[in-house]
């Protein structure tokens, strides 16, 4: 499955983006899907996921009630919507394709965003 990500961008803080991963390929509802980001110095880390079939979603403490992470399968796109940013935000956001056993089969190219305080 191939991935492309959209939706970055610089917004002030306690603004909201909505990051998009779009695939192609008939097997994209068969993976789990997870947002990454990495910020300049810092190793990759996974922020949000969500499972196949929609139901399970997992997201950091850094920021639960702040990101929702979601998909529609019929699209064969996943979401991100960011609300309430903080500078603490800015990084690259990749998405992945997460297969049943947990590791990435795939990973869409990284989209920036930029919180300003």
């Known amino acids: 499955v191939q991935l492309q990500a959209s939706g970055g961008g610089l917004v002030q803080a306690g603004g909201s983006l909505r990051l998009a991963c779009a695939a192609s390929?008939?097997?994209?509802?068969?993976?789990?899907v997870g947002w990454f980001r990495q910020a300049p110095g810092k190793e990759r880390e996974l922020v949000a996921a969500i499972s196949w079939t929609n139901v399970i979603t997992y997201s950091i403490d850094s920021v639960k009630g702040r990101f929702t992470v979601s998909r529609d399968n019929a699209k064969n796109t996943g979401y991100l919507q960011m609300d309430s940013l903080k500078p603490e935000d800015t990084a690259v956001y990749y998405c992945?394709?997460?297969?049943?056993?947990?590791?990435?089969?795939?990973w869409g190219q990284g989209t920036q965003v930029t919180v300003s305080s």
């Open positions: 992945a394709a997460i297969s049943t056993g947990g590791s990435v089969d795939s």
């Open positions: 390929g008939r097997t994209f509802s068969s993976y789990a």
